[in-house]
């Protein structure tokens, strides 16, 4: 049921994405070129142009990349990174012990985390007008519950956070009001695999997400 609910999700997340991103470029850049005198418009044309086939790169990318592997999730992300770096100008970072332990991670975990990781550098580079993301994959120290620790932070503008439920899920909304519901497919996403979730963000500040996988 989560599944055909999550695939119905996933189908309107994207048309409203191709509606109010791309679509709109679009007619948009037509509409320059159209006007008299359009010779003067063709380098915005150009940049719009060029700002929507980065967009369709990147919905084509994130809806299935080509070099996921089933049980490697550092090679997952690392990939990730590199091919998303390609989109945009934001600095993908990953730090990842040699010997943290994912061994208790099974396919599904393993890719539902990679999913979470995904649309947290697609907020980033979309939203946050950050320089720079890391992404930090570890296990539990001393005096924490033993399992994987996932943290995703960019330096970018950062946003309200709206603690209050939406759906029974925490919303949030980005700064001039606007709001985004990515973080409840996140959330989702983590309570279908049994993790924690949680996210921490101030206007100006950046923002971290953190995820928590209990070892069983």
């Known amino acids: ?7 119905e999700e996933e189908r309107a997340r994207i048309a409203r994405e191709l509606h109010d991103t791309i679509a709109q470029d679009l007619r948009y850049c037509r509409t ?19 700002k929507s086939l980065s967009e369709v790169r990147l919905i084509s990318y994130n809806l299935s990349p080509a070099d996921i592997t089933k049980k490697d999730l550092r090679a997952n992300l690392v990939n990730l990174c590199a091919s998303m ?9 990953i730090s990842m ?3 943290t332990d994912t061994s208790f991670l099974n396919e599904n975990d393993i890719l539902n985390l990679y999913r979470i990781v995904q649309e947290s550098l697609t907020n980033v580079i979309k939203h946050a007008n950050a320089d720079e993301a890391v992404i930090l994959i570890r296990n539990s120290s001393e005096n924490e519950e033993k399992g994987l620790y996932i943290f995703i932070s960019d330096d970018g503008c950062g946003f309200d956070y709206d603690a209050e439920q939406y759906e029974g899920f925490s919303s949030y909304k980005r700064i001039g009001g606007a709001k985004h519901f990515g973080l409840i497919g996140m959330k989702k996403r983590c309570q279908l695999i049994g993790a924690e979730f949680s ?3 101030a206007p100006g500040e950046g923002t971290q997400i ?3 996988k209990r070892m069983n």
């Open 97 to 99: 012990p040699d010997d």
């Open 85 to 93: 770096a390609q989109t945009c100008d934001v600095k993908f970072r």
């Open 1 to 7: 049921m989560f599944t055909i609910k999550g695939q």
């Open 210 to 212: 953190s995820i928590f």
């Open 32 to 50: 320059l070129l159209e006007k008299k005198n359009c010779a003067e418009n063709i380098p915005e044309a150009l940049q719009l142009l060029g």
């Open 199 to 201: 996210v921490s963000s």
